[in-house]
């Protein structure tokens, strides 16, 4: 196909991701989806289910790991199907719903929708939408329970199931979702959101390819992975061969307080690339725990992270082997609970933007902040008009991103995991009785480093209502986030609380269900920073000036000793 053909075509695919996602920002009534974007569209192969197409602004990671959730929904229609089904159970106008994070990976807040697209009575392609819903049930509102031993606590579980059978909706699959939340109408407008994304998707796609014709576009889906396996080929031989191995630590499980240890053996030969995990800890009994899918998905994002310039498909991963032995704490299965795979995630690329910099430090980026410090505030509303009315804030927190060869470190971004955005606190503030008394920059918080690590942030949230619970679920407590090529470490997650006039931090560190507040009593969030890049001797005399006239670094003196040492 010659190259104007393809590039036209490759941005007409992609627009079609970005309208769906857009689509369901604007219509989605959870926060966690209208405002932060925690939610993903794309298109999918039609025999494998490896992904054809993303969007620009919806998550990577639920990228990698919907080719999972595709086949999944495949495999489920074709064991219920009748021998004469040409279809292999999936037909027109279906759409399948289920959240199940061993099949499709992330957790369970994650539902994801796949919708067969037909194109003169034979299956094209599929289209599919994962987005993060507010809550569905389990012991924690929210669902990130961190003291959580078995799936069942963490939240309802629902397996692919037809939620639209021949574009009617499934009013007995709708009452059971309802049932399953303390949320019915969040989830029911997040649930419409979608639908109205994958109908929109339908629509867009038929038109393009009316307009282009099906082998055309069919043509360009096959030469745009051809060129990401290319593309990624060329990237991996230009790093040394050789072994390069990394191993970094998640503070604890949430039930034992122990460290569990994320270890990467990288091999690079010509033009492959092995990622080794063997080395990492077993599954363990709290929430941090995540499937093989899961995994993969998040070495996806990361090798996005270091190519990115190849394009977004299942190429990525074309020239990439993986060692996952079963049974680890990142290639865990039912029952284990997995609530909290964002922290596990983050540390998946932390070891290989480590690992990598053995290889090319130039390429590489320091370790960011590691943490979405996902923190759920409940209660009762005691106000005459809302008397009784359950409320839950959910919500993730930014950090500091790795310095790099380039420069220093984005600071108080969101996880590298994602194109999310953290929510405003006008909006945080108008839905729930809270209020933000700081949101800050976190001074001191960056790696030093010829290239300074980017700030955390400080975060200070007061009740409004009687009473509420909260509910903790982070990293990075106990180890900071690494710097590359002699870059020093960030700042330590800290998380604190008030009872009693008195700031107390949880047993564990990072991780508490069930502090109880009351009126006027506060949560504080001191988030890390980023790593440092080179030498902090090589830093210049002029930037570090720089960062002490704005408050970024406060402890001038200890930095000249650094700096001399």
Not at 213 to 226: H, I, K, P, T, Y
Not at 275 to 298: E, H, K, M, W, Y
Not at 350 to 359: G, L, N, P, R, Y
């Amino acid at each position: 196909m010659d190259p104007v053909t393809l590039a036209v075509l490759k941005g007409r695919l992609e627009q079609i991701a970005d309208e769906m996602d857009a689509t369901l920002y604007r219509s989605a009534f959870n926060p966690i989806i209208a405002e932060a974007h925690d939610a993903c569209h794309g298109l999918y192969d039609a025999v494998s289910g490896d992904t054809l197409v993303q969007g620009k602004s919806g998550l990577p990671v639920f990228v990698g790991a919907m080719a999972f959730a595709v086949r999944a929904a495949a495999r489920v229609a074709r064991e219920r199907s009748g021998p004469d089904d040409p279809h292999a159970g999936m037909a027109d106008g279906d759409t399948w719903l289920f959240n199940d994070p061993y099949e499709g990976g992330t957790h369970a807040n994650d539902f994801k929708l796949v919708r067969p697209f037909f194109r003169d009575g034979k299956l094209f392609c599929y289209l599919a939408s994962a987005a993060h819903w507010h809550d569905v049930g389990g012991a924690v509102p929210g669902n990130y329970n961190p003291a959580a031993t078995e799936c069942w606590q963490e939240a309802v579980q629902i397996p692919p199931v037809r939620i639209i059978r021949a574009g009617v909706l499934d009013a007995d699959v709708l009452a059971i979702l309802k049932a399953n939340t303390r949320l019915p109408d969040s989830l029911w407008g997040d649930l419409n959101g979608q639908l109205a994304a994958l109908e929109l998707g339908v629509r867009r796609l038929h038109g393009l390819l009316d307009e282009y014709g099906d082998a055309v576009v069919l043509q360009a889906m096959g030469e745009l992975r051809s060129r990401a396996v290319k593309l990624m080929r060329s990237h991996i031989a230009t790093l040394p061969d050789g072994r390069y191995s990394f191993s970094d630590i998640l503070d604890n499980d949430g039930v034992k307080d122990e460290p569990l240890t994320i270890a990467l053996d990288m091999r690079v030969q010509g033009e492959r690339m092995t990622l080794d995990f063997s080395r990492s800890s077993p599954q363990c009994a709290g929430p941090v725990n995540i499937s093989r899918a899961t995994a993969i998905a998040a070495c996806y994002v990361a090798l996005k992270h270091l190519f990115p310039d190849v394009p977004a498909n299942a190429g990525v991963l074309d020239a990439v082997d993986f060692v996952l032995p079963d049974g680890l704490v990142i290639s865990a299965a039912r029952p284990r609970p997995v609530g909290g795979y964002t922290e596990t995630i983050l540390r998946m690329i932390d070891v290989i933007f480590s690992a990598a910099a053995q290889a090319d430090p130039t390429r590489a980026v320091a370790q960011a902040y590691g943490t979405i410090n996902a923190l759920s505030i409940a209660g009762h509303r005691t106000d005459a008009a809302r008397k009784g009315q359950r409320w839950v804030m959910f919500s993730f927190f930014g950090g500091g991103h790795g310095a790099h060869s380039g420069g220093d470190g984005l600071s108080h971004g969101n996880a590298p995991i994602s194109t999310a955005t953290i929510p405003p606190l006008e909006i945080l503030e108008a839905a729930y009785p809270v209020r933000f008394t700081e949101w800050s920059l976190r001074a001191d918080s960056g790696g030093d480093g010829q290239y300074r690590g980017g700030l955390g942030a400080n975060y200070e949230i007061e009740l409004l209502e009687q009473d509420a619970e909260v509910f903790i679920f982070g990293e990075r407590g106990k180890s900071a986030p690494k710097g590359i090529a002699g870059g020093g470490p960030a700042a330590v997650n800290v998380f604190s609380y008030q009872n009693n006039n008195e700031w107390k931090t949880p047993p564990m560190v990072s991780k508490m269900v069930g502090i109880k507040l009351k009126k006027g009593e506060r949560v504080r969030l001191q988030t890390p920073g980023g790593g440092g890049y080179g030498k902090p001797s090589a830093r210049l005399q002029s930037s570090r000036e720089r960062d002490q006239a704005l408050g970024y670094v406060t402890a001038p003196a200890l930095a000249v000793t650094k700096e001399g040492a």
